[in-house]
């Protein structure tokens, strides 16, 4: 073969190799951790994964918020078409409020009470996680449809 | 009066950007040479008109204007002065007014600074920065507004978001915008390029400065972005592989890999089409940023209120301008490209690994923001891909790089023999493991991944240190010697050097940062670390526009007294939003950050974040290397000279042909 063919086909061939193995590794890394989301009212239905990490949104149930002595925080999460108790223990983001549209990241337990390892509310008060707000239009909740939320 | 002089200007800017999109291209094709001389003066005047409606809007704001819109929604009476100039580009329609001021500043900075390009390729460069011109434009007047009025007037403003009314996030978008937006330079130089038929070295001397200048400001601005995320949200992480964070990564990683290709391009004229390729996905996944951002589609920290009908807008832009592109490339590049040839060990071979590895971490970016997105489009269910996935793939990918940096910056150009470098690098290898068996050790605690990332920080460190020791082998190191240095190859050096900084800040931070969130009584002390953080309890504080809660925490070292840190909880009067603002003490070791939680139960307990950050500040350290070493390559003398030597040429031969 022709020198400058040769040295071509090997860097070819080491691209192959290395882009390979990048999309290999790649789509491994992905199918990990692809976190599913679910509305309350579908975890209510069984449909989320039990002993498996997702995440959940909904509104905070007004009233429904406990805190003790402790950095512990029970809350309900609600979605019009069901509701989920929440556990979680550390600070809240500044956001996080009674009424207002969170997601959370954790497991379900086997008694119904999702634990969370992170809870996050948006910046912007008048804004509404559009997975919430899909949710909640979903369960047929008028005043929190995504149009009167998230608009202007 | 004035908003609508502003909007007036806005109007007459999308007419003359009209102008200047058509008439200077068509002439240019056609030959008419009073066509093409409309380029440069068009270009300027509709810079002057977009710079004073933006100016009006600033009015607006400085007068605290509510019947605008705009104003009343994004601003206060009690706003202080830095904020009503900010808050310009606080929300929606007037970030926007601030991209099409970007993208105007660089066409007259373009119109200006380019004496050395040849009239008719530089009145096409300008030609398509008017296209994207007047597609900004369009979208601002059709679906943003940033003048409408409102009836009856408010007496009052509604307030800038608290969490932007800060300095650091002041001048974030700007920066960001000037990266962002700048690559539409390289883009329409590649344009040009391609309807000119016309690829040769000097069309890469023109792009580099630009392009590096370009690049510098989006280091820099994502830089600054990732500090603000740090000490304003509250949460003391730096970077959390946000959609819109991505978003702006995405356009930095093909642009570091087209400011690699572009010099092997000026150097030795390898790889001009694939250059050509990496400008214009460059400039599209700016443009995709932008869409991703001020459509509504993410789910992100940053997806502020926004409205379908936008994202609408740009797609099409985006699918327009991508795909014109791509036709025009396709047809064109497949005649313009004549490969030079160099060996297997050669500094284009490590350009060329660069690239790839580049290319594929930016699809790996890509596909982590954009899957979830597809999938709910297609209504397959809702999902995120978390941080996890890209810091699983990062690492691989980022190794080879760190290493083949490593050597590539001591390559020569064409033909080298590893034989020549093999003994050098191979003692700096032994240095760089050492680095990484020594410096876990002084940290206090062994994981592979510090031993792996210190090393490579010491690899990365050592070998451009070597690169500059090649330089001044035969001279010996002086003044002189150091000013003959061509100023692009300081600022290889620095930037590499800003690489091997941030490695060591991002893997010493990651491993060995403590973060508790702690039930604190007054009085209460916790201990990390050595440092001892003493709660003292709770005052209330009035600002101009919030009160405070404000937490104090007295940090001592032994008996040394290190810093007495104020963590405050603000409620913003108007828009009665919660915000904590963090205290930290800063070092260039160790950062001390504390953040007040909120109060729990009765006895005078409070939450409080308290954390301990080594070498976090060299993660910010290292984007400001890299951003100088941008702004190094610009100043070179090459470029400057390289103009005049084309001046001359052109003088010279005043009969230059119009038609492709």
């Not at chain 2, 080298?416 to 032994?430: E, F, M, P």
Request: hydrophobic letters at 50%; one cysteine or more; proline letters at 5%.
């Amino acid at each position: 073969m022709h020198p400058k063919r040769k040295k071509r086909l090997l860097l070819v061939t080491l691209m192959v190799a290395a882009i390979g193995a990048a999309v290999t590794l790649l789509l491994n890394a992905f199918q990990e951790n692809m976190l599913f989301f679910f509305a309350p009212a579908q975890v209510v239905a069984g449909e989320a994964p039990e002993g498996h990490p997702f995440r959940i949104g909904g509104m905070v149930v007004n009233g429904s918020v406990k805190r003790g002595d402790s950095l512990k925080v029970q809350f309900v999460l609600s979605d019009g078409g069901g509701s989920v108790p929440i556990e979680y223990e550390g600070i809240l983001p500044d956001l996080f409020r009674e009424g207002q549209g969170i997601v959370a990241r954790g497991v379900l337990g086997a008694d119904g009470t999702f634990v969370a390892d992170e809870v996050l509310a948006k910046h912007d008060e008048e804004y509404m996680p559009p997975e919430v707000a899909d949710a909640l239009k979903k369960a047929g909740k008028g005043p929190y449809g995504a149009d009167t939320v998230v608009g202007q | 009066m004035i908003p609508e002089i502003g909007h007036f200007a806005l109007v007459l800017a999308l007419c003359v950007s009209f102008v200047s999109a058509v008439v200077p291209l068509w002439g240019s094709l056609s030959g008419r040479a009073a066509w093409v001389s409309l380029a440069q003066p068009s270009a300027q005047i509709q810079a002057l008109l977009v710079a004073i409606s933006y100016g009006c809007l600033t009015y607006s704001f400085l007068v605290h204007d509510f019947s605008v819109l705009y104003v009343a929604n994004t601003s206060n009476t009690e706003l202080p002065l830095i904020y009503r100039i900010s808050g310009v580009w606080g929300a929606h329609e007037g970030s926007l007014l601030l991209w099409a001021l970007t993208l105007s500043t660089w066409t007259f900075a373009v119109s200006v600074f380019s004496r050395g390009v040849p009239t008719v390729m530089l009145a096409r460069v300008l030609s398509v920065m008017a296209f994207i011109s007047v597609g900004f434009l369009l979208f601002v007047l059709l679906t943003s507004n940033p003048f409408e009025r409102i009836f009856p007037v408010p007496l009052e403003g509604r307030d800038l978001n608290p969490l932007l009314q800060d300095f650091g996030l002041a001048i974030h978008p700007p920066m960001l915008y000037m990266g962002y937006v700048g690559f539409a330079v390289a883009f329409s130089f590649a344009i040009a390029a391609l309807i000119g038929g016309r690829l040769d070295m000097a069309w890469a001397r023109w792009m580099r400065p630009w392009t590096a200048l370009a690049w510098a400001f989006l280091t820099i601005g994502i830089g600054l972005g990732s500090w603000w995320a740090y000490y304003e949200l509250g949460w003391g992480g730096w970077w959390f592989w946000d959609p819109v964070e991505n978003a702006s990564l995405m356009p930095w990683i093909i642009g570091t890999a087209l400011m690699h290709s572009l010099a092997a391009s000026e150097k030795r004229g390898v790889f001009k089409a694939w250059t050509v390729l990496l400008a214009v996905f460059a400039f599209s996944l700016s443009l995709l940023g932008t869409f991703l951002v001020r459509s509504g589609v993410l789910t992100s920290v940053h997806a502020f209120a926004s409205d379908p009908e936008r994202g609408v807008f740009i797609l099409g832009f985006l699918v327009a301008t991508i795909g014109c592109s791509l036709l025009l490339y396709a047809w064109r590049a497949p005649r313009l490209t004549r490969s030079g040839s160099f060996s297997l060990v050669s500094r284009e071979s490590g350009i060329l690994l660069n690239n790839v590895l580049l290319v594929v971490l930016c699809a790996t970016v890509l596909l982590g923001t954009l899957y979830p997105l597809v999938l709910d489009s297609l209504n397959l269910g809702k999902l995120s891909v978390g941080p996890p996935y890209f810091n699983t793939v990062l690492i691989p990918l980022g190794v080879p790089m760190a290493i083949a940096m490593g050597i590539g910056s001591v390559l020569r150009w064409k033909r080298d023999q590893l034989g020549r470098l093999v003994k050098t690098l191979a003692v700096i290898a032994i240095c760089s493991l050492l680095a990484g068996a020594i410096v876990p050790w002084m940290m206090g605690g062994y994981y592979w991944g510090a031993v792996l990332g210190s090393a490579l920080g010491a690899w990365v460190l050592l070998t451009t240190a070597h690169a500059v020791q090649l330089r001044f082998k035969n001279k010996g190191f002086s003044l002189a010697a150091a000013r003959q240095v061509p100023a692009s190859f300081w600022g290889m050096c620095l930037a590499h050097a800003g690489i091997g900084v941030f490695i060591i800040g991002v893997t010493l931070t990651s491993h060995y940062n403590v973060e508790k969130d702690l039930r604190m009584v007054p009085g209460e002390v916790f201990e990390v670390s050595g440092y001892r953080f003493e709660f003292r309890g709770v005052t209330e504080v009035a600002g101009p526009n919030y009160d405070a809660s404000r937490g104090v925490v007295n940090v001592t070292y032994g008996d040394r007294q290190v810093a007495e840190l104020h963590s405050e909880k603000r409620r913003y009067r108007v828009q009665t939003m919660p915000m904590t603002e963090a205290a930290i003490d800063p070092g260039l070791f160790r950062d001390l950050y504390v953040a007040l939680g909120e109060p729990l139960g009765d006895s005078g307990a409070w939450a409080v974040r308290i954390y301990y950050k080594p070498f976090v500040r060299w993660i910010w350290l290292g984007c400001l290397m890299m951003g100088i070493g941008g702004f190094l390559t610009v100043m070179d003398r090459r470029y400057k000279l390289a103009s005049q030597r084309v001046l001359r040429a052109e003088a010279a031969r005043p009969n230059e042909e119009v038609t492709a």
